[in-house]
Nanobody, 124 residues
Framework: QVQLIESGGGLVQAGGSLRLSCAAS????????MGWFRQPPGKEREFVAA????????RYADSVKGRFTISRDNAKNTVYLQMNTLKPEDTAVYYC?????????????????WGQGTQVTVSS
């Protein structure tokens, strides 16, 4: 059974930083792409960042480019999202996903498994 467990969310002031982690188990982690999505209050889930199986390819939403960095440690079965210069509009529940393929996938439909989500709140 695949499990994805996110951590690292919290309350931060605008301009601050947070680092999200997602620990995976139950599948050969290094074979699959991973991604982060978020769901702001009252809105649909949206793509944030994705990384290929090796970490050699990454993709970002335009709204987070230059501020967020996705990375992975295959030895630890963990993917990270470093979030810098946070803005109030980054407030959302953040979810990590394990993709069906090994590339950096930006489509929600490409993900088979999801974590439970972690709340990120950015105050102005």
């Amino acid at each position: 059974q695949v499990q994805l467990i996110e951590s690292g969310g919290g309350l931060v002031q605008a301009g601050g930083s947070l680092r999200l982690s997602c620990a995976a188990s139950g599948r050969r982690f290094s074979d699959y792409g991973m991604g982060w999505f978020r769901q702001p209050p009252g809105k649909e889930r949206e793509f944030v960042a994705a990384i290929s199986w090796s970490g050699g390819s990454t993709r970002y939403a335009d709204s987070v480019k230059g501020r967020f960095t996705i990375s992975r440690d295959n030895a630890k079965n963990t993917v990270y999202l470093q979030m810098n210069t946070l803005k109030p509009e980054d407030t959302a529940v953040y979810y990590c996903g394990l993709a069906r393929y090994n590339g950096a996938n930006l489509y929600h439909e490409s993900y088979d498994y999801w974590g439970q989500g972690t709340q990120v709140t950015v105050s102005s």
